[in-house]
């Protein structure tokens, strides 16, 4: 697997190497050592899907509380997202940055994010599916967000969302 730190610590963008012969390909898209070599959490505790009918589905900006705080590695499995990742550690450089990339599910690139990020994406396509793996399990009372369309976050989408849930509507104003 190659591993790109993004701009934001502790943030990767993580590609399988593909082994190609005749039949297709071999890649792994897992492997604890290498996750440990990064500094990265080399467990999870869960699984998740989250399938979107429609091009156009925002999901975020997501995040669990300490001390359920969680990390999470993100990959598309089904068609494509526009996945932004956003750092809300007051401690850290890039405290307020966030960083996106596209994930599809022919690209097969995974997005790492460690605790403490908040996590969104928008569809770009209709009948996208996403699968998650968390460090953590999900713990109700912890779920916290951030507005995806908040100005002091300044997060630049592609085009403007089409179907946003309520909960995610309702987050207020980013104030530390």
């Not at 589905?57 to 993100?74: N, V």
């Not at 401690?91 to 307020?96: A, R, Y």
């Not at 009948?127 to 793996?133: A, D, G, I, P, R």
């Not at 507005?147 to 987050?171: M, N, V, Y």
Request: aromatic share 14%; hydrophobic share 35%; glycine share 4%.
């Amino acid at each position: 697997m190659k591993f790109a730190e993004t701009k934001i610590k502790g943030v990767f963008v993580i590609e399988p190497e593909l082994i190609e012969d005749e039949r297709g390909f071999f890649a792994r898209t897992w492997c604890e050592k290498e996750f440990e070599e990064h500094g990265l959490i080399p467990s999870y505790v869960q699984c998740n899907i989250s399938f979107n009918k429609n091009k156009g589905t925002l999901r975020g900006m997501h995040y669990q509380a300490e001390p359920w705080a969680e990390a999470k590695l993100i990959r598309c499995t089904k068609g494509s997202i526009y996945d932004v990742a956003l750092d809300l550690r007051p401690e850290s450089p890039s405290f307020k940055k966030w960083f996106s990339v596209e994930l599809t599910a022919e690209n097969r690139k995974m997005l790492y994010i460690p605790e403490r990020i908040a996590h969104g994406f928008l569809t770009l396509e209709d009948s996208t599916e996403v699968f998650y793996q968390m460090s953590q399990y999900y713990h109700p009372e912890s779920t916290r967000g951030a507005r995806w369309d908040d100005p002091a976050l300044h997060i630049e989408w592609p085009f403007t969302p089409r179907f946003i849930s309520a909960r995610d509507k309702q987050f207020e104003d980013f104030i530390l």
